[in-house]
Nanobody, 116 residues
């Protein structure tokens, strides 16, 4: 069964940067898009970015120009480079993968906390 393990979160000051990683356990990683989501306290999990199998990307409006999604097919890993972080980016960040949308069980996520 496909599994996801997120890493790279932490506590960062306003305007700081973090790089998240998403290790994906599937033999068919290169054929799957990688999706990034986040869940703020008391709120629903929402989609924020996608890096497709052809490396094209899409972003939620509020992170465009600040976040960059990428992938390394040799390592079965997706990345989310986050810059100019704001307190409203504080959330538990998750990744998932699939050809037509998230396909597997959610991993534990990685916590990002931005102090003002």
């Amino acid at each position: 069964q496909i599994q996801f393990v997120e890493s790279g979160g932490g506590l960062v000051q306003f305007g700081g940067s973090l790089r998240l990683a998403c290790a994906v356990s599937t033999f068919d990683f290169r054929s799957n898009a990688v999706y990034w989501y986040r869940q703020a306290p008391g709120k629903q999990r929402i989609w924020i970015a996608t890096v497709a199998s052809d490396t094209s990307t899409n972003y939620m409006d509020s992170v465009k120009g600040r976040f960059t999604a990428s992938r390394d097919n040799a390592k079965n890993t997706g990345y989310l480079q986050m810059m100019d972080l704001k307190p409203e980016d504080t959330a538990l960040y998750f990744c998932n993968a699939g050809r037509y949308g998230p396909s597997g069980p959610w991993g534990p996520g990685t916590q990002v906390t931005v102090s003002s």
